[in-house]
């Protein structure tokens, strides 16, 4: 087991960079395709704030959606299972690609546009940024999995790293020399490379299944009922005993007729 442990941890800085370059190609993705697709749609709706305001909503929902994804597949999934439900989970999302829609369907402006923004961030985006958003929780419990004697959280500095550089890098890189078509088809080809970085590393982890199973309650040391302390007429028949002890052996040496009260 040791030795098994050592190998791994001989092996560690190809896969620190695996796990370090999945979880920031994810964070930068998912900043990426917000004012993407948002600048492709608003149009479409009209262009008021609204519009906005619904998609930002909806990014925070489906980000909510998962970490919760992510959560439960690490609590109540064992890893020699995690593997396949992820990759059901990519090739969902790959075959949701594009994230852009090429053009609005006719149906979606002739009804609510609440209703119809929703309907079409659901059916382009939806997958994609789920797999993306369980992301940073997954490799971080994969790393904590393969690598014990390591901590996993310097790379949730790799995720913001990755946030923060998507933010400047649309706006002021790619948005002045690239159209918005162009953009999408780096965002898919980057999303297909990360589906398959991100799997690498659950094969990876694959190999150290330590599960346990859900949590059990376990009644903490303050809960448990507490031993029986002696009472004071235990302790004062314990002491008497010792306290004649010593008398006796004040008296035996003394030489004098008056002894002390070993009462």
Known sequence: MEGRRAGGDAEGPGRIVLYASAIFASAFLIFLVQPMVGKR??????????VWTLCLAFYQTTLFLGYAYAHLMIRFV??????ALHVVAVGAAIASLPVL?????????????TLGVLRLLTTSVAMPFLVLASTGPLVQAWFARAHPSLSPYPLYAVSNLGSFLALFVFPFVLEPRLSLSEIGRLWTFGFVATGLAVLACALLARGHDRWTGPRRRV???SRAS???RPTGRTRRGRERPARTAV?????????????????
């Open 219 to 221: 009644p903490s040391a």
């Open 41 to 50: 749609i608003l149009p479409w709706f009209g262009g008021v704030p609204a």
């Open 78 to 83: 064992k890893p020699g299972f995690q593997l």
């Open 226 to 228: 507490p031993a029986r």
């Open 247 to 263: 008398c006796r052996a004040r008296c035996s040496g003394s030489g004098s007729r008056e002894r002390p009260s070993c009462s």
């Open 101 to 113: 829609p090429s053009a609005p369907p006719g149906s979606l402006l002739e009804t609510d546009p």
